[in-house]
């Protein structure tokens, strides 16, 4: 693993993220976070070197993307959005694209999100596509609704897809000031209001044929395009919350030594779920490639319950609002429905109904 995250620069970028004010609200958007991680170089972390990017192996990637969430959350969150949009654009064989907007994604100076949910998870039972694409004689013209995308409120290029009517589809970078693309006000949420998601809603959006980054192609986001639904990555932001919710009580057992008893099993769970995650990320896993969705349902699960025992421990102090064992409680929820595989989210089910012996 990289030296990078043992320098002093890069944990005083996590005390300083850990500092900085994040209200829980859609009015808020954590722009200093963002900044400061721009700053320190993490922007050019998933940017190929011909761009200037770093281009971090995906072990060091994801092991500072955990440690970023264990100090933000919710900056780390839309950072991972950003990644997915570099991620689309880096694969594309087009080749305007990458020279356009990667240069300066790569120094922080422009934002991009991603609203591809509706090509994977959002709204699969339904009878038509969210999106509709039709070709037109210079390109394609996009129409409906994009139903999540963060931060699309702050960003300048949002990289979102539909389906032809043949069933292929495309993916596409968009400039979210091109005309029909309306950026609707962002989602009242449980928690993670500061990531201002919402919805995109688009009426007959033009782009040209040297706008598309991948297809027409059937399940374009199964094309090597650069990660989907319920990737390590996710897995690390859970890891990186749970690790950050155990800091904090391990605080509390410094007035209140007999809650080590608790603390001290979700730190060692912890601790070994990390070392199955490193070792999934570097395909040493001994469940090959079923250790992906295990260590996710068991990532949701650890998230979730160290964050209630921290709330169990807190008492009625923990549960007014403002609280941080109350938001981590409400955070560590973002997981059953963020970017989560169906057999990871029932395997969380499962959790949840069994009867406790
Ligand atoms: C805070 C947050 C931020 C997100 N950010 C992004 C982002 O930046 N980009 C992005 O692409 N995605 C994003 N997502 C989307 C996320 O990754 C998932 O795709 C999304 O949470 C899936 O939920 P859904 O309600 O869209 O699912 P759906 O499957 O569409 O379910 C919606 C509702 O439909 C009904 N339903 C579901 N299945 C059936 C069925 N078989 N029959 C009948 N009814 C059914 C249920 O009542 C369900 O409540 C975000 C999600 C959250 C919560």
């Given at each position: 693993?990289?030296?990078?995250?043992?320098?002093?620069?890069?944990?005083?970028?996590?005390?300083?993220?850990?500092?900085?004010?994040?209200?829980?609200?859609?009015?808020?958007?954590?722009?200093?976070?963002?900044?400061?991680?721009?700053?320190?170089?993490v922007t050019t972390w998933d940017i190929p070197p011909d761009f200037a990017g770093l281009d971090?192996?995906?072990?060091?990637?994801?092991?500072?993307?955990?440690?970023?969430?264990?100090?933000?959350?919710?900056?780390?969150?839309?950072?991972?959005?950003?990644?997915?949009?570099?991620?689309?654009?880096?694969?594309?064989?087009?080749?305007?694209?990458?020279?356009?907007?990667?240069?300066?994604?790569?120094?922080?100076?422009?934002?991009?999100?991603?609203?591809?949910?509706?090509?994977?998870?959002?709204?699969?039972?339904?009878?038509?596509?969210?999106?509709?694409?039709?070709?037109?004689?210079?390109?394609?013209?996009?129409?409906?609704?994009?139903?999540?995308?963060?931060?699309?409120?702050?960003?300048?290029?949002?990289?979102?897809?539909?389906?032809?009517?043949?069933?292929?589809?495309?993916?596409?970078?968009?400039?979210?000031?091109?005309?029909?693309?309306?950026?609707?006000?962002?989602?009242?949420?449980?928690?993670?209001?500061?990531?201002?998601?919402?919805?995109?809603?688009?009426?007959?959006?033009?782009?040209?044929?040297?706008?598309?980054?991948?297809?027409?192609?059937?399940?374009?986001?199964?094309?090597?395009?650069?990660?989907?639904?319920?990737?390590?990555?996710?897995?690390?932001?859970?890891?990186?919350?749970?690790?950050?919710?155990?800091?904090?009580?391990?605080?509390?057992?410094?007035?209140?030594?007999?809650?080590?008893?608790?603390?001290?099993?979700?730190?060692?769970?912890?601790?070994?779920?990390?070392?199955?995650?490193?070792?999934?990320?570097?395909?040493?896993?001994?469940?090959?490639?079923?250790?992906?969705?295990?260590?996710?349902?068991?990532?949701?699960?650890?998230?979730?319950?160290?964050?209630?025992?921290?709330?169990?421990?807190?008492?009625?102090?923990?549960?007014?609002?403002?609280?941080?064992?109350?938001?981590?409680v409400r955070e560590s929820m973002f997981f059953l429905v963020w970017s989560c595989p169906q057999?990871?989210?029932?395997a969380n089910l499962q959790e949840f109904a069994c009867p406790v012996r």
């Amino acid at each position: 693993m990289s030296t990078l995250f043992q320098t002093d620069s890069f944990q005083n970028l996590l005390s300083h993220l850990a500092s900085l004010p994040c209200e829980d609200s859609s009015d808020f958007w954590p722009a200093a976070q963002l900044t400061a991680m721009a700053q320190a170089g993490v922007t050019t972390w998933d940017i190929p070197p011909d761009f200037a990017g770093l281009d971090l192996p995906p072990v060091d990637m994801l092991e500072g993307l955990r440690q970023l969430a264990s100090a933000s959350l919710v900056a780390t969150f839309v950072l991972t959005q950003r990644t997915a949009a570099v991620r689309r654009i880096a694969t594309s064989d087009n080749t305007t694209a990458r020279q356009t907007l990667l240069p300066a994604l790569c120094r922080g100076d422009i934002f991009a999100t991603v609203g591809i949910s509706h090509l994977t998870t959002s709204g699969q039972h339904l009878d038509k596509p969210l999106v509709g694409v039709h070709e037109t004689e210079s390109g394609f013209e996009l129409s409906g609704l994009v139903p999540w995308s963060t931060g699309a409120t702050q960003a300048d290029i949002l990289v979102t897809g539909g389906t032809l009517d043949d069933g292929r589809q495309i993916l596409t970078a968009i400039p979210t000031d091109r005309k029909g693309l309306a950026v609707q006000p962002p989602m009242q949420l449980m928690a993670m209001n500061a990531s201002q998601t919402g919805a995109v809603r688009l009426d007959r959006v033009q782009i040209t044929a040297d706008e598309v980054l991948h297809g027409p192609i059937e399940r374009v986001m199964s094309q090597g395009t650069g990660g989907g639904a319920g990737s390590l990555g996710t897995s690390a932001l859970a890891m990186g919350a749970a690790g950050g919710t155990l800091h904090g009580m391990r605080h509390e057992t410094d007035r209140r030594p007999e809650l080590l008893e608790y603390v001290t099993p979700l730190q060692r769970e912890h601790d070994e779920l990390l070392t199955g995650l490193r070792q999934a990320i570097a395909g040493e896993h001994p469940q090959g490639a079923k250790a992906g969705e295990q260590i996710r349902q068991q990532a949701n699960s650890l998230v979730m319950r160290s964050a209630q025992a921290w709330l169990a421990a807190t008492k009625g102090a923990g549960y007014v609002a403002g609280h941080p064992a109350e938001r981590a409680v409400r955070e560590s929820m973002f997981f059953l429905v963020w970017s989560c595989p169906q057999p990871v989210l029932a395997a969380n089910l499962q959790e949840f109904a069994c009867p406790v012996r």
